[in-house]
């Protein structure tokens, strides 16, 4: 069993060592530059607090992180953004300029440039859920690498929600110019000013960023995909990539590069864009939408901020375990290298689908195709990522264990069973799919005994 993982480590050390290069400067354009937004901050308060004071100092940010962030050598804080912006249609329609907003953004970041890798990830922070959600914001893998993370309140359901939620800390935010703009026309240039701020070190203390990568998930990757497609043309670029995770992605070819990342939930048709040198996609077996990591993370901040965490009752066992940080994990780290250097992503194999445009399965009923990690190339359960039932079942997933019997066929020993998830790993790390300290981690689930 210590000889595999010896053997992973030594890939995953090599496969590591990369030349730091700076990213290149953003073109010239002659396009409508964004406005410069005014930082104030960073605004006092932190968990534990009482966030029914009637003083800001006695309150802290909504969904702070419960992570240790000062044992990682990181900090958070959070800051109000506000200046005027334009008004953006759905269809690329300048509808409104100049107008009065403020919001909030919150920052993640390493306490010290030593720790900094030099690049930024801007999450359009998710609202569908009827508040903000740092859907990305993946500690383990983010951490780890040392990445700054920014999230942006940049639509109206957020922000109302975050007025009500605490007054004293959020009372004074608006995106809507007061009640004009209520359909998130502002969004797009809140979201562009937020990235300049950050690109200006604004945000960041001491850090000077390389690297500025927006990113967004599920609704909010359609927000992107919006911005990019309709608004970016007509303005001047201020992020040096994107990345659309579990969401939609643009049509339009542009001069940032575009990553998709989708989970099985997401891809419903074989349809789907041909890669090129400006965009890439890829599709990940077994993976949920919203899958069991995410609900884990936010389970104990949705008791504390929001008084309980929902209960589903899905018509099948729901969230499924297959790991997509540690595949947007790895395409954070190609997108910066595409940014940095001009080198796309590799490709990867699509998930594939019957003649009768169903999904195609194994024995097992797994999906076919795809990006497999070892969760579904060495399984212990069935994990896709299909469900249905109330609410948000659908995008959840599944997770259904194999039974005794089931396991023994495949795995007649713990120590082939662990050998089999370490070479799976090593052929996702070669491919590009999965980063090394990902590879260790999974070898040491995979050798702890299950109860």
């Known amino acids: 069993m210590v000889r595999p993982m010896r053997s992973v480590t030594a890939v995953l050390i090599l496969s590591l060592v990369v030349a730091a290069a700076p990213a290149p400067a953003l073109a010239a354009s002659h396009r409508h530059e964004p406005t410069t937004a005014t930082v104030t901050g960073p605004i006092p308060g932190a968990v534990p607090g009482d966030r029914l004071a009637d003083r800001v100092e006695d309150t802290y940010p909504f969904f702070s992180t419960p992570?240790?962030?000062?044992?990682?050598?990181?900090?958070?804080?959070?800051?109000?953004?506000?200046?005027?912006?334009?008004?953006?249609?759905?269809?690329?329609?300048?509808?409104?300029?100049?107008?009065?907003?403020?919001?909030?953004?919150?920052?993640?970041?390493?306490?010290?440039?030593?720790?900094?890798?030099?690049?930024?990830?801007?999450?359009?922070?998710?609202?569908?859920?009827?508040?903000?959600?740092?859907?990305?914001?993946?500690?383990?893998?983010?951490?780890?690498?040392?990445?700054?993370?920014?999230?942006?309140?940049?639509?109206?359901?957020?922000?109302?929600?975050?007025?009500?939620?605490?007054?004293?800390?959020?009372?004074?935010?608006?995106?809507?110019?007061?009640?004009?703009?209520?359909?998130?026309?502002?969004?797009?240039?809140?979201?562009?000013?937020?990235?300049?701020?950050?690109?200006?070190?604004?945000?960041?203390?001491r850090l000077r960023p390389r690297t500025v990568l927006a990113i967004g998930a599920s609704q909010s990757a359609g927000r992107m995909t919006v911005y990019y497609d309709r608004v970016l043309p007509?303005?001047?670029?201020?992020?040096h990539g994107y990345a659309f995770i579990v969401g939609t992605a643009p049509t339009r070819v542009g001069t940032e590069p575009v990553f998709q990342v989708l989970s099985e939930t997401d891809v419903r048709t074989p349809d789907r864009p041909a890669d090129t040198d400006r965009f890439r996609r890829w599709e990940v077996a077994g993976g949920a939408h919203s899958g069991y990591a995410g609900q884990v993370y936010r389970r104990p901040i949705q008791d504390r901020d929001l008084g309980g965490a929902p209960e589903y009752s899905c018509d099948r066992p729901p969230f499924s375990r297959v790991p997509m940080h540690h595949v947007t994990a790895a395409a954070y780290r190609h997108l910066e290298h595409w940014v940095r250097r001009g080198t796309p992503p590799p490709t990867a194999e699509p998930l594939r689908f019957n003649a009768d445009g169903t999904k195609a399965r194994d024995a097992l009923g797994l999906a076919l195709g795809g990006i497999r990690l070892s969760q579904v190339s060495v399984p212990t359960a069935l994990n896709d990522g299909d469900n249905t039932g109330e609410t948000f079942c659908r995008l959840f997933g599944s997770y259904q264990p194999f039974d005794r019997p089931t396991l023994d066929r495949l795995y007649p020993t713990r120590l082939g069973y662990v050998a089999r998830v370490a070479v799976a790993d090593v052929r996702n790390i070669a491919s590009g799919y999965l980063l090394p300290a990902d590879a260790l981690s999974n070898a040491r689930e995979a050798a702890t005994p299950t109860p």
């Open 67 to 205: 992570v240790d962030l000062a044992a990682a050598g990181y900090v958070e804080e959070e800051f109000s953004l506000s200046g005027t912006a334009d008004g953006w249609s759905t269809t690329g329609e300048r509808v409104a300029t100049a107008v009065p907003y403020t919001t909030r953004v919150i920052v993640r970041r390493p306490a010290s440039p030593l720790r900094f890798n030099g690049t930024v990830l801007v999450e359009w922070q998710n609202v569908t859920a009827g508040y903000d959600l740092d859907a990305l914001w993946n500690p383990d893998t983010l951490l780890r690498a040392g990445y700054a993370w920014v999230g942006v309140s940049a639509q109206r359901v957020g922000v109302d929600q975050l007025r009500g939620w605490s007054p004293a800390r959020y009372g004074s935010l608006d995106v809507t110019g007061g009640g004009a703009y209520t359909t998130d026309q502002l969004s797009y240039d809140i979201f562009a000013q937020a990235g300049a701020a950050v690109r200006a070190g604004d945000l960041l203390g």
């Open 234 to 239: 007509q303005v001047a670029p201020v992020f």
